[in-house]
């Protein structure tokens, strides 16, 4: 069983389009995330919710909008998207609060994003 | 502010030498620190870490100290194989924090048979 997945895995799109990505975790963890990895494989954080709440974003434009229905999914959305908006994304989660020193992130497969 | 420093790649050796792969951090207080890898196509994958000082994570034959000292927590293997080609990344987690992981840029290393 997938613990984290991802969809579309990749995601091939025009400028100025809206595009969403979709994230699952089954592992029954508190917190989700969303990271970029751009070109050249260097990974920052974008949002963080734990229990459907907003708890970190990074300095992201607003065209990026994170959504929570429950705390298994996490989907990303994206407005009028840029070329520099190329990039893979990652999903990723753990117990979060109750993890302590040692809470560890899982990943999910990655959604590779190429704006045209 | 928060930030890790990894060796810059790519790094490249033959089958069942020895590797390093350098890492220090800044943080405020005593951070976890983690190493993640991420093999060709796929996602990230914790491979160790160590919450307080003089910790050793190991896994898959890797090890890593977390060093209060020299604020630092570098990769090794005794003996590298073609399957261990991929990037590595080192984490850390502020004490404290709202999990939020800090990444360095990551090192690419190729092991030739």
């Known amino acids: 069983d997938t613990a984290v997945s991802q969809t579309p895995k990749y995601l091939v799109t025009q400028m100025g389009n809206d595009k969403s990505i979709k994230c699952e975790q089954n592992l029954g963890h508190d917190t989700m995330y969303w990271y970029k990895q751009d070109s050249k494989k260097f990974l920052k954080i974008m949002f963080s919710?734990?229990?459907?709440?907003?708890?970190i974003n990074e300095t992201v434009p607003n065209r990026f909008s994170p959504k929570s229905p429950d705390k298994a999914h996490l989907n990303l959305h994206i407005n009028s998207l840029e070329l520099g908006d190329s990039a893979v994304y990652f999903c990723a989660s753990s117990q979060g609060g109750t993890g302590g020193l040692t809470d560890t992130q899982y990943f999910g497969p990655g959604t590779r994003l190429t704006v045209l | 502010g928060n930030s890790v420093t990894q060796m810059e790649g790519p790094v490249t050796l033959s089958e069942e030498a020895f590797l390093t792969i350098n890492c220090t951090y800044t943080?405020?207080?005593?951070?976890?620190l983690f190493w993640y890898v991420q093999y060709p196509g796929e996602g990230l994958q914790l491979l160790l870490k160590a919450t307080k000082a003089d910790d050793k994570g190991s896994n898959k034959g890797f090890e890593a100290t977390y060093r209060k000292e020299t604020t630092s927590f570098h990769l090794e293997k005794g003996s590298v194989q073609v399957s261990d080609s991929a990037v590595y990344f080192c984490a850390l987690r502020p004490r404290g924090s709202n999990y939020k992981l800090t990444f360095g840029k990551g090192t690419l290393l190729t092991v030739n048979p």
């Open positions: 943080a405020t207080g005593y951070p976890s």
């Open positions: 919710y734990n229990n459907k709440e907003l708890i």
